[in-house]
């Protein structure tokens, strides 16, 4: 469910039509739909109403602070994968005990900041790591609570890219030598060990890989308690997958469902870190199609949005739906590839897609593109960052600039200035 529809011929988001928002902020740009944001926290949320439970959304998959702001409001909390990522959270004001954080490669002085900021739990990839967050904790005279990621060595049956939870992965320990692992976290004074954190994957649209993984992970639970660890937080990181064409993931209700049937009699807050399934349908990039040409090979339409600003479909070959913003009736279907202005083969946001024959100058909407859109988009080829729009009602506020050719350069200096 979200709330891009047609009113006549005319692409809206909630009350306000797509294109007025087009030719007043100027295309490419971003827009989200507060009552979708708004709608799909709650569904997922009132699914877990019946356990203790915190909801930590996946911020790389939408890092605006309004986006943020509306959910921390909701009550949802933060899962952080850098410095950066935590900055963003507690500058917009998420309390930092609901914050975890996640990620392979923490530093030294995003550790510290972590600490300093007293977030709920750090979810520890490697035994090098548990032992430099105890270090920096014990130097700071605190103590760190952490969690131990474990790869429940799962297939997710999603894209390689972003499958996670495979023997073969990078992500967590070996769910295989875990206890030792948990041994070794409890020997160190500075540490605090509260819970046991896994993902295996994202855009998964299948309920059994989550049950498979969580049925190994509570297992372990028992054992740990068992031998004097006492799990407070059982952490089933994120991973479901939305509707981008005709895929039917499970609804959060039956996903909640099938993991409280797992985890009812363990006793523990289970946290969830949904990224995708918040954000993706709340989310239409607009572009303005440029140019259209014909080779002998191929149709093409040249829009103003490329892979700097959607990086999905040249990254992951990921289908979008695009939309025109009017639709006008009579018009011949083509097939077509949509194409960016980058200097690769690469930029494309379609290919090989059936679109009525378009217009020079006429807008399209880049459906589902409200995750891992415009967190992923770049400065290449000097290309400024699109801009972000929020509409709430009849109203839309920018909630992020589009980036000027000075921010580009912002920073920068040549060696002559430099003397
Ligand atoms: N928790 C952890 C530890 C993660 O690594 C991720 C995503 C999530 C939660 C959120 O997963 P979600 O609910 O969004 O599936 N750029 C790719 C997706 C990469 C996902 C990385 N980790 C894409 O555009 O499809």
Do not use: W
């Not at 979810?123 to 969690?147: D, F, K, P, T, Y």
């Not at 060595?153 to 495979?166: A, N, Q, R």
Request: hydrophobic share 40%; net charge negative; charged share 25%.
């Amino acid at each position: 469910m979200h709330h891009f529809q047609y009113r006549g011929d005319d692409l809206y988001c909630e009350e306000v039509p797509v294109a007025r928002i087009a030719s007043e902020v100027g295309t490419p740009v971003y827009i989200y739909s507060h009552a979708t944001l708004t709608r799909h926290f709650r569904v997922f949320d009132e699914a877990f109403a019946g356990v203790l439970h915190l909801v930590c959304f996946a911020m790389k998959a939408n890092a605006n602070l309004a986006v943020l702001k509306l959910f921390s409001d909701l009550g949802g909390g933060l899962d952080v994968v850098s410095g950066g990522e935590l900055f963003r959270g507690l500058k917009t004001g998420v309390p930092p005990q609901r914050i975890v954080y996640a990620g392979v490669g923490k530093s030294r002085e995003e550790i510290a900041y972590a600490l300093k900021s007293d977030i709920l739990m750090f979810n520890v990839e490697s035994g090098q790591e548990l032992r430099l967050i105890h270090e920096v904790a014990s130097g700071m005279g605190v103590r760190a609570r952490v969690a131990l990621r474990v790869n429940p060595d799962v297939d997710p049956k999603t894209h390689p890219y972003i499958s996670t939870g495979l023997k073969k992965s990078k992500f967590g320990f070996d769910i295989g030598h875990a206890l030792e692992e948990y041994e070794a976290a409890r020997a160190l004074p500075s540490l605090d060990v509260v819970g046991i954190h896994h993902h295996i994957g994202s855009q998964i649209t299948e309920i059994r890989p989550f049950v498979d993984a969580l049925e190994k992970t509570a297992a372990l639970v028992r054992t740990l308690r068992e031998r004097g660890t006492e799990i407070r937080y059982l952490d089933v990181g994120g991973g479901l997958g939305i509707t981008y064409k005709d895929e039917e993931p499970p609804l959060p209700a039956e996903f909640a469902r099938a993991l409280i049937g797992v985890i009812r009699d363990l006793d523990v807050t289970i946290v969830l870190e949904p990224g995708r399934v918040l954000v993706g349908n709340a989310g239409i990039l607009v572009t303005r199609v440029l140019y259209t040409k014909q080779t002998p090979a191929r149709n093409f339409v040249v829009v103003d949005a490329g892979m700097n600003d959607l990086a999905r479909p040249s990254l992951y070959g990921s289908y979008h739906a695009i939309q025109t913003v009017r639709q006008v009736s009579g018009r011949p279907e083509m097939t077509v590839d949509v194409v960016g202005p980058i200097c690769e083969s690469g930029d494309f946001l379609a290919k090989d897609r059936g679109l009525p024959r378009c217009e020079p100058g006429e807008l399209l909407a880049v459906m589902s593109a409200g995750a891992y859109g415009h967190t992923m988009s770049s400065n290449y080829n000097a290309r400024p960052r699109a801009p972000e729009v929020m509409v709430r009602g009849n109203r839309y506020h920018v909630v992020r600039e589009r980036e000027t050719f000075e921010d580009l350069v912002r920073g920068e200096r040549t060696l002559d200035e430099l003397g």
